[in-house]
């Protein structure tokens, strides 16, 4: 089976690229930019539920992925744990989810050196609320779709079909736009003196005594 849906999830790019066949075709409908993130509870690696909910007043990465131990999925991961410490600069916290089981993923996490969580959906129940879930028939998997939620619980962003060699990348340079989109819009809020008062700040009031 495992092999299957490597294999599955190869050839679905692989029609994806060549003949035009997109991979949403083989998955529901997911959640769009602006609307509140679907909260979830599963477990990691380490066998401990972990909830959406946990990480309020933080950015999450949150990126479905189709298997443990494939090429794409160990590059893909690989790079988010290169760029840990720039996620953690931003506030940010990586979420990886597959169909995977706990123990696959915690084999996966001690032999690549990963240091974030990847959940078990081993029922499927988030991967098809996100619309991730992938269905070929023959294999199911989850399709290669990231939803960066922003602190308040809202999705910011939905990223489809991504390439996992340049994702992580991707994803922070979104995460840099946001967060400049929002200090400049702080800026605007605060607004520039104008009129009298700023006539005044720029040109104190001169002394109405005679000279003598």
Same mark, same amino acid.
């Given at each position: 089976?495992? $092999?299957? /849906? *490597?294999?599955?999830? +190869?050839?679905s790019?692989l029609?994806?690229?060549?003949v035009?066949?997109?991979l949403s075709? =083989?998955?529901?409908?997911s959640?769009? #930019?602006?609307s509140?993130a679907?909260? =979830?509870?599963?477990?990691?690696?380490?066998g401990?539920? /972990?909830s959406?909910?946990?990480?309020?007043?933080?950015w999450v $990465?949150?990126?479905?992925?189709?298997?443990?131990f494939?090429?794409?999925c !160990?590059i +893909? %991961?690989h790079n988010?744990?290169r760029?840990? +410490?720039?996620?953690?600069?931003?506030? #940010? %916290?990586?979420?990886?989810?597959?169909?995977?089981?706990?123990?696959?993923?915690k084999?996966f996490?001690?032999?690549e050196?990963?240091?974030?969580?990847?959940?078990?959906?081993a +029922?499927?129940r988030v991967?098809?609320?996100?619309?991730a879930l992938?269905?070929?028939g $023959?294999a199911?998997f989850? #399709?290669?779709?990231?939803?960066?939620i922003s602190p308040?619980g809202?999705?910011?962003? /939905? =990223? &489809?079909?991504v390439?996992?060699n &340049?994702?992580s990348e991707? $994803?922070l340079a979104t995460l840099?736009?946001?967060?400049? *989109?929002k200090?400049q819009s702080r800026h605007r809020?605060?607004?520039?003196? !104008?009129?009298?008062?700023?006539?005044? &700040? #720029?040109?104190? &009031?001169?002394s109405?005594q005679p000279?003598?």
């Amino acid at each position: 089976m495992e $092999v299957a /849906v *490597a294999l599955c999830s +190869e050839l679905s790019s692989l029609c994806a690229t060549l003949v035009g066949i997109p991979l949403s075709l =083989f998955t529901g409908s997911s959640p769009s #930019a602006g609307s509140n993130a679907p909260d =979830f509870s599963l477990r990691s690696q380490d066998g401990k539920w /972990v909830s959406l909910r946990d990480f309020r007043g933080k950015w999450v $990465v949150l990126y479905f992925y189709p298997q443990d131990f494939t090429s794409g999925c !160990t590059i +893909e %991961a690989h790079n988010f744990q290169r760029d840990l +410490e720039h996620y953690r600069r931003r506030n #940010a %916290a990586i979420l990886g989810v597959s169909l995977d089981s706990i123990d696959s993923h915690k084999d996966f996490c001690v032999k690549e050196g990963l240091n974030f969580k990847l959940l078990s959906d081993a +029922e499927h129940r988030v991967s098809q609320t996100y619309g991730a879930l992938t269905d070929l028939g $023959v294999a199911k998997f989850d #399709a290669r779709n990231t939803f960066l939620i922003s602190p308040n619980g809202k999705i910011a962003k /939905v =990223f &489809r079909n991504v390439d996992a060699n &340049r994702h992580s990348e991707e $994803v922070l340079a979104t995460l840099s736009e946001l967060a400049n *989109a929002k200090q400049q819009s702080r800026h605007r809020k605060g607004g520039t003196p !104008t009129g009298s008062s700023r006539k005044n &700040r #720029a040109f104190p &009031r001169q002394s109405s005594q005679p000279r003598r």
